[in-house]
């Protein structure tokens, strides 16, 4: 990423329209999505997916019912045959060390931060969420999610740095998101 540009959005459909264009830009076959667990990586996957008529692989899906890590023979194996037909949406924790580059291609790369708001009113502030889990050397890392983060800083490399500030949605526009309304 060569630098930053806030762009506040009105509606989260529009947060859809301008990852798209900016993918349509890059000419890049693949979408990566990362992002620390629960930022929202697999909502916008889920609305670009029937916005762009894309396939998406969502990590989630390749982690073992009995827990575990993600199985990353089927993870690639799936993103090798999906690449083959079209468009592909791929989000999950770790991206970049799940699917190397040098096997898949750069692609377009999303990352997802949360943000926290803090205070009320007029006082109001958004705080990342995130980088206090980065920030703590002390911190839980049961699956090397933060030792990727420190490692990769995939937050530092992508081509678009998506906030999200659930907290601050009406319920009405949060249902949206999960809506194929997009």
Same mark, same amino acid.
């Given at each position: 990423m060569t630098g930053f540009i806030e762009r506040r959005f009105e509606h989260p459909s529009d947060i859809l329209t301008y990852v798209e264009n900016s993918w349509v830009a890059s000419g890049q076959p693949?979408?990566? !999505?990362?992002?620390?667990?629960? +930022? $929202?990586?697999?909502t916008l996957a889920e609305g670009l997916e029937r916005r762009l008529s894309a396939t998406a692989i969502h990590g989630d899906c390749f982690i073992p019912t009995?827990?575990?890590s993600v199985d990353v023979v089927r993870l690639r194996h799936a993103a090798?045959?999906?690449?083959?037909?079209?468009?592909? !949406?791929?989000?999950?924790?770790? +991206? $970049?060390?799940?699917?190397?580059?040098?096997?898949?291609g750069r692609g377009f790369k999303v990352y997802v931060k949360k943000l926290r708001v803090a205070g009320v009113g007029e006082n109001r502030i958004y705080v990342w969420?995130?980088?206090?889990?980065l920030d703590n050397p002390?911190?839980?890392?049961?699956?090397?999610?933060?030792?990727y983060h420190r490692k990769f800083k995939p937050q530092f490399h992508?081509?678009?740095?998506?906030?999200?500030?659930?907290?601050?949605?009406?319920?009405e526009e949060w249902r949206a998101l999960r809506r194929p309304v997009f």
């Open positions: 693949l979408i990566r !999505i990362d992002g620390l667990t629960g +930022v $929202g990586k697999s009995e827990g575990g090798t045959v999906a690449l083959g037909s079209t468009l592909v !949406i791929f989000d999950t924790i770790r +991206v $970049g060390e799940y699917l190397p580059e040098v096997q898949f969420q995130d980088g206090q889990e002390d911190a839980q890392d049961k699956y090397g999610v933060l030792a992508s081509d678009l740095v998506v906030a999200m500030a659930f907290e601050d949605l009406p319920e």
